[in-house]
């Protein structure tokens, strides 16, 4: 029995100690390869990387210096038979609480009820079958992105495309420049004079359009960026955001999205989803390696299909990268080798505050950059 029970222990002991050893292996460049770099707007706090190796240690040890005692106590009083059953029923305790987790996010989840805070691409957007969503034509909202700043107005016009006035329509036949991307060549949390658009506007005098939406991945950014090139008779410039986090956005497959097949891109269509496995594929904050080189090609293709489309319309292509307070990160710097583009470094101090996105100084910035390429040869 005594032996039974230590090598019972030792198979509890494990996991724990493979948590321990992990948690070693969990290193600056692994943190930002896997988390900090794919999965977020802005430099991650300081405390962030030595708190998770905490937790990862304090977890793994749960399990030598609580469970692994209890397990063995257990065999000791009932044997470990009656330890078997027991593991068995919990086992299935978990199972039964995972189908009723799951129900209860269904339950949660549900379309007619109104999200408690919903997104701005929610406030303004509608289902679409090809994209996922995209914003309502000829829609107008004020947002408030919290007490502490002032509303934002946006208008919608007729194509979906942000614009000075939800009645402006654009002119085919004027040399113009296409953003492409997500919310913050949107322009999130500023008014329509503050965005990039306007200020480009104001510093080439050629027409913009606008065709980013929030929350979007470089596939939807170039699908929209198609849309515009097809009925513009005179583009000047294709103009692609491009951020880190749009990486593992090209990924989501609770939305349709293209995919790699046979060297092409392919229109795949949304994946049915479990709320827990959407979860665990979709929303957990971590970007395992094979996922992360799957993204990096997917991305690649898009960027060499954006230069090629816009040249068949006789238009530039610029990937313009924002970094955040220091220099962008060696794996958006090979990703971007081989097509023409911009860095623009912003500080802090240029984000709206708690939020990521530019303010009005760094939508200057970026309109600058983009304004600069404009004018080269």
């Known amino acids: 029995m005594c032996a039974m029970r230590r090598t019972a222990e030792a198979i509890v002991a494990l996991p724990g100690l493979a948590l321990v050893a992990f948690a ?155 953003l492409a991307g997500e919310s913050c060549m949107f322009g999130h949390g500023l008014n329509w004079k503050d965005t990039v658009a306007a200020r480009l506007e104001q510093l080439t005098g050629l027409q913009v359009v606008v065709t980013a939406v929030g929350g979007y991945g470089n596939d939807q950014a170039y699908l929209r960026a198609l849309d515009a090139l097809s009925r ?67 991305a690649h293709a898009i960027f060499a299909q954006t230069v090629h489309a816009a040249s068949a319309h006789g238009a530039r292509s610029l990937f313009l990268q924002q970094s955040i307070d220091g220099p962008p990160p060696l794996l958006m710097t090979s990703l971007l080798a081989d097509v023409p583009h911009v860095d623009v470094q912003l500080q802090f101090s240029q984000l709206l505050p708690w939020d990521g996105h530019p303010n009005a100084e760094g939508a200057m910035l970026l309109a600058r950059a983009i304004a600069q390429y404009v004018n080269s040869p």
């Open 232 to 298: 513009l008779q005179h583009p000047v410039l294709v103009v692609s955001l491009v951020l880190p986090v749009m990486l593992t956005r090209n990924l989501h497959d609770y939305r349709p999205r293209l995919e790699l097949v046979n060297g092409a891109l392919s229109l795949a269509p949304p994946r049915p989803q479990l709320r827990l496995r959407n979860l665990l594929a979709n929303e957990l904050q971590y970007t395992r390696s094979s996922r992360l080189e799957t993204a990096l090609e997917l």
């Open 24 to 178: 070693w292996r969990v290193t600056p460049a692994w943190f930002n390869r896997h988390i900090a770099v794919p999965e977020y707007y802005w430099p991650m706090p300081k405390g962030a990387l030595p708190s998770l190796r905490l937790v990862l240690v304090i977890a793994g040890l749960l399990f030598p210096l609580v469970l692994a005692p209890l397990v063995g106590g257990l065999i000791a009083r009932r044997g470990m038979r009656e330890t078997l059953a027991a593991t068995a029923r919990i086992a299935l305790a978990v199972l039964l609480s995972l189908a009723v987790c799951e129900l209860i996010l269904e339950r949660l989840d549900r379309p007619d009820q109104p999200a408690k805070n919903p997104k701005l691409e929610t406030r303004l957007g509608l289902p679409d079958a090809r994209l996922g969503w995209t914003f309502t034509p000829r829609r107008s909202l004020d947002v408030k992105l919290s007490n502490e700043t002032p509303s934002a107005h946006y208008e919608i016009d007729q194509y979906g495309d942000r614009a000075r006035s939800k009645d402006w329509q654009e002119d085919p036949a004027r040399p113009t420049i296409i």
